[in-house]
């Protein structure tokens, strides 16, 4: 059974990823994960360099290099754009990260404070 599904609508509208309202933990950590794949990026770390991702207690012990497994397993989230959907729908506008030299053009793609 497929938890998670991701939700694409190519037009002027946002994309999202949806799990489950009844499984907060799982939601939760496939939260975490994509926003890993996020962080990597804003951080320079592709799949090449996972290893240097920090661990992560959040979700106990055993998984606490869950951000490295991912990162190592897909990429950082420019990587796994350009190899799923670039194609498609070129990143740019509201898909590019929220940078600070931007120029004010409303990039959505940002971490909450405290990641």
């Not at 991912?70 to 990260?97: F, Q, T």
Request: aromatic share 14%.
């Amino acid at each position: 059974m497929c938890r998670v599904r991701i939700f694409f609508s190519f037009f002027d509208e946002n994309l999202c990823l949806a799990t489950r309202q009844d499984d907060p933990q799982w939601s939760s950590f496939v939260s975490w994960t994509a926003q890993s794949l996020i962080y990597a990026e804003e951080q320079g770390i592709s799949q090449s360099i996972a290893s240097e991702l920090p661990l992560v207690y959040s979700f106990g012990l055993d998984l606490s290099s869950m951000f490295v497994h991912a990162v190592d397993a897909v990429g950082n989230y420019d990587e796994v754009y350009e190899r799923h959907l670039s194609e498609i729908l070129p990143r740019g506008g509201r898909n590019e990260l929220n940078l600070l030299n931007n120029d004010g053009k409303g990039a959505l793609r940002y971490l909450p404070p405290g990641f």
